[in-house]
C-alpha cells in the first residue's frame, strides 16, 4: 500500500528565514508528484507537477525537487503570505486517486 | 485555468436531513472525485467517478452516495444526514496527467 509522510507537521519561520519542507513516500510505479497550497477553510490550489527524480520546478520563492523516495519544497527568504498548509501527493500506478500526505502547516511571522 | 465550483460554501443542516453537494467542473474531465477533510486526518477519498455514470467507492464511502448524470457535474449525497458527518467536504477534477483541481469546499455542520 502507498504510504506519504510530510515532515514537520508544523514550522515557524521568521520572514526572510529559508527552510524545506519533506515529503517522503513508498509507493508502486511512481509516476511522479503534485505539491499543493491550502489556506485555512479553502480547497488546495495546485503548485507543482514533478514527473521524474531530478526534476525541479519554481514558483516565485519556492522550489520543488524529487528524488526516487522524496520530495523537497525549499522556501527562500519566506514572507507572511506564504504562511498555509502544503500538501503533497505522489502520482503512481495504483488506481485513479491520489494518496495525499497530510500537509505542513507554515506560518510566516513578520 | 481548469475551474471547479461547489454548490455551497457554508451549509447548516439537523440529524437525518437529506443532503446534496454538487460540484462542477468546465474542463471536460472524465474523472472527479469527493473528499472529505478533517483536522489531524488529512483527505480522504469518499467516492470518485471516472466517467458518466461510473462509480467507485473510496476509502469512506459508508453514509454517503453520489450521482454522475453529466460529464461536468458530480454530486454527493448524504442520505441521512449525521453529527460525524459535519467536515470541510471538497470537490477535485482530473487531468489527463493525473493532477487534481480543487473546488473552494463546502463546510457542513450537522445539528
Known amino acids: 500500500e502507498d504510504q506519504v509522510t510530510q515532515s514537520p507537521e508544523a514550522l515557524r519561520l521568521q520572514e526572510g528565514e529559508s527552510s524545506s519542507l519533506n515529503c517522503s513516500y513508498t509507493?508502486?510505479?511512481?509516476?511522479?508528484l503534485f505539491w499543493y497550497r491550502q489556506d485555512p477553510g479553502k480547497g488546495p490550489e495546485f503548485l507543482f507537477t514533478?514527473?521524474?527524480a531530478g526534476e525541479e520546478k519554481e514558483k516565485e520563492r519556492l522550489k520543488a525537487t524529487l528524488t526516487k523516495k522524496e520530495s523537497f519544497l525549499h522556501i527562500t527568504a519566506p514572507k507572511p503570505e506564504d504562511s498555509a498548509t502544503y500538501l503533497c501527493?505522489?502520482?503512481?500506478?495504483?488506481?485513479?486517486?491520489?494518496?495525499f500526505g497530510k500537509g505542513t502547516s507554515l506560518l510566516v511571522t513578520p | 485555468d481548469v475551474k471547479v465550483t461547489q454548490s455551497s460554501r457554508y451549509l447548516v443542516k439537523r440529524t437525518g436531513e437529506k443532503v446534496f453537494l454538487e460540484c462542477v467542473q468546465d474542463?471536460?474531465?472524465?474523472?472527479m472525485f469527493w473528499y472529505r477533510q478533517d483536522p489531524g486526518l488529512g483527505l480522504r477519498l469518499i467516492y470518485f467517478?471516472?466517467?458518466?455514470?461510473?462509480?467507485e467507492k473510496g476509502d469512506i464511502p459508508e453514509g454517503y452516495s453520489v450521482s454522475r448524470e453529466k460529464k461536468e457535474r458530480f454530486s454527493l449525497i448524504l442520505e441521512s444526514a449525521s453529527t460525524n458527518q459535519t467536515s470541510m467536504y471538497l470537490c477535485?477534477?482530473?487531468?489527463?496527467?493525473?493532477?487534481?483541481?480543487f473546488g473552494p469546499g463546502t463546510r457542513l455542520t450537522v445539528l
Open positions: 477535485a477534477s482530473r487531468t489527463a496527467d493525473r493532477a487534481q483541481y
Open positions: 509507493v508502486s510505479g511512481l509516476r511522479g
Open positions: 514533478l514527473y521524474s
Open positions: 501527493a505522489p502520482n503512481s500506478n495504483s488506481g485513479y486517486a491520489l494518496n
Open positions: 474542463m471536460d474531465h472524465e474523472n
Open positions: 467517478s471516472y466517467d458518466v455514470k461510473m462509480k
